[in-house]
């Protein structure tokens, strides 16, 4: 069984904080916002090959110095998602239990009084895109054995194809990666890709698992030896008669 801890290390605070501390760490430039960040570590912590935290902060942080705080809630943000992957699938409609288990994605504001703040949220919104590209590019860090996994399953390679269909935000995104603009997911299909997300994680994870784990080896009973009586009892060596037919 893949070891589940009991609780989250990651709270609402410390979310927030981490949101605050990434765009300070961007700075002028294009840093990774949260939502990549949750989509590249997701990708690096299920994937074919083992990668650590080590590894994985430079894709965030860059070159440069980063601030302590960042890195200690980067790596608690790390230890959340594995959390998060490995807790079992809610049942029964249980929405609270979904919600907990959903990456981290950023949504636009909507006005107060909605009753439902999926509704008002516009249509056109490409929900889930920066989550996607963050988790192609963990897979581009072990391309080889993630391209090993999808030639080796085909309903992987397809769910594999509908990350990528969810991380082109624009019509002109979509030119960029020679898709055409009718291939481009509306609000209710990225939603609805995004709901999977969690089984998704949870099926690599115990197929990294099954993977990695010792197999033992398959143990034969001791054979005669080479000049040893056959035990058929023919009379024979065991090389000349039954030990022939031996590979």
Known sequence: MIPTPETSPFGDDDLARLEALLYD???????????????????????????????????????????????????????????????????????????????????????EG?????????????????????????????????TKWMDADADLALDIQDLMRMSVATPEHAAEMELDADDLLDFDDRWGLLASVPALLQDLDLMRFEAQRPREPIRRDALPGRNDPCPCGSGQKWKKCCGSTVH
């Open 25 to 111: 760490h961007a700075g002028d430039g294009d840093g990774v916002p949260l939502e990549a960040v949750d989509g590249l570590f997701s990708a690096l912590i299920v994937g074919p090959e083992p990668v650590q935290p080590d590894e994985a902060l430079p894709q965030v942080l860059g070159d440069g110095d980063a601030a302590p705080e960042l890195v200690e809630l980067l790596r608690k943000l790390w230890d959340h998602i594995t959390w998060r992957i490995r807790q079992p699938l809610p049942v029964d409609d249980d929405a609270d239990a979904a919600y907990e288990l959903m990456p981290f994605v950023g949504l636009p504001e909507v006005e």
């Open 114 to 146: 909605e009753d439902d703040d999926i509704d008002a949220i516009p249509r056109d919104f490409p929900v889930g895109a920066l989550w996607a590209a963050g988790f192609l590019q963990g897979m581009s860090l072990r391309a080889d054995a993630w």
